[in-house]
């Protein structure tokens, strides 16, 4: 990347950037199909629970507790009055207390990035389980800052900016998604490094990546810190 | 009040100090307890959704999502598998959707304080439900900074402190909640006026209010720009 203006801060997604977050949402699906087959077919259950996701992500936002009511509103409207209840609660309850994996290369990645730049955690979902997730994760003392927002749209980005005192042309982001991560930032005039993670939630999967001078994508996050610092030398 | 130094940065709750919450939250309850009533008596359901939130708090925390998933699992254990589940979801999504209703002399209070005073809503909750009822208040101008907290205790007002640079003896909180409002900013050396609201969630009602030196009881949020100027006066 060959900057305009030097990087002040990076931005760094949670799930899936740093710590493992889809994996058990898609393991937590297939139990999902599996308690709904006798009303209706994993595909069936899959497209129905993302029409509800969709449907309901004004009013719940992203997170755990969205998703078990979201599972739960599926199962009634599949299975109707004999839809299973207390198993969907406890599946939501397990990802809310299952443990918390780093990504390989993640902690190390992040102390290199801080050692020449403001980093700053940029993550969403809910409060309780993205605090949790963090403590968990042993990587709090990485950040100079932590932001946990309740959506990564634009202009959910440009009150960040605004609050940390960075100009879009001097923050960088980085994360899984295309949607979350890049899109927003790109149209800002900010600076972003996608990570893809081998699966992603369908909600984040983006049409098609956007192909712009200010993005680039590579394997590891543990390839960022070499690319700040290639430009500033 | 005497303030030992004046007073820098005034804290201000949201929930039943600046709109109107708990009030949807009782009557809520009333069409649980109706819901339920072939399976239990009003007071029984009253205390088995006490107990249910009391031990999934640290798990789900504050707001509205984690109160319907709270009465989903009570209802399962008192009703079992023919516990309703569609009502419960719809009462849920109608407190996350319902009216806003800004307390009467709120906003001019607070607007009143921040002519003297830096002025940051600290409240607790949903992040996407507490954004909501911001944006849907009209109140979001009159704060120099919002922060939504996953709790209200003394770690949590400890870090934003620290964040927004003002030592403890410069920061008043104010608010309906002893628990969340008053004590924990007493214990790190803080001041706070209480200003309590008609009903008081079962989980946020104080043993004995504490007396103490640095706090104080109004009947209204009218009350505190007075408080804070009769100081520098």
Redesign the interface.
């Known amino acids: 990347m060959r900057f305009a203006e030097p990087v002040e801060v990076v931005g760094v997604d949670g799930d899936d950037t740093l710590w493992r977050c889809q994996d058990a949402f898609d393991d937590a699906e297939v139990e999902v199909a599996r308690l709904l087959a006798p009303y209706a077919g994993p595909e069936q259950v899959a497209r129905a629970l993302a029409r509800t996701e969709r449907t309901n992500l004004s ?3 992203f997170g755990v ?2 998703w ?2 979201n599972v ?2 599926t199962a ?1 409207e599949l299975a109707g ?1 004999d ?1 299973p ?2 198993p969907f ?1 406890e599946l ?2 397990s990802l ?2 299952g443990p918390v994996e780093v990504l390989p290369g993640a902690e190390e990645a992040v102390l290199a990035l801080g050692r020449t730049h403001r980093v700053v955690l940029v993550t969403k979902g ?4 993205q ?1 949790r997730k963090l403590a968990a994760s042993g990587l709090a003392g990485c950040f100079s ?1 932590v932001e ?4 990564k749209g634009p202009a959910t980005y440009a009150e960040l900016l605004r ?1 940390l005192g960075v100009p879009p042309e001097r923050f960088l982001m980085v994360g899984n998604s295309e949607v979350s991560d890049v899109h927003p930032v790109l149209e800002l005039g900010g600076w972003a490094v996608h990570v893809p993670y081998r699966t992603t939630w369908v909600l984040e999967r983006a049409e098609t990546p956007v192909v712009h001078e200010r993005r680039v994508t590579v394997a590891s996050l543990s390839e960022v810190p070499a690319l700040l610092r290639a430009d500033s030398a």
Chains 1, 2 share one sequence.
């Open positions: 009013t719940y936002g507790k969205s078990t009511l739960l509103q009634q009055p839809a209840v207390v609660l939501g309850r809310l207390t809910d409060l309780v389980d605090r800052h946990i927002v309740p959506d609050f």
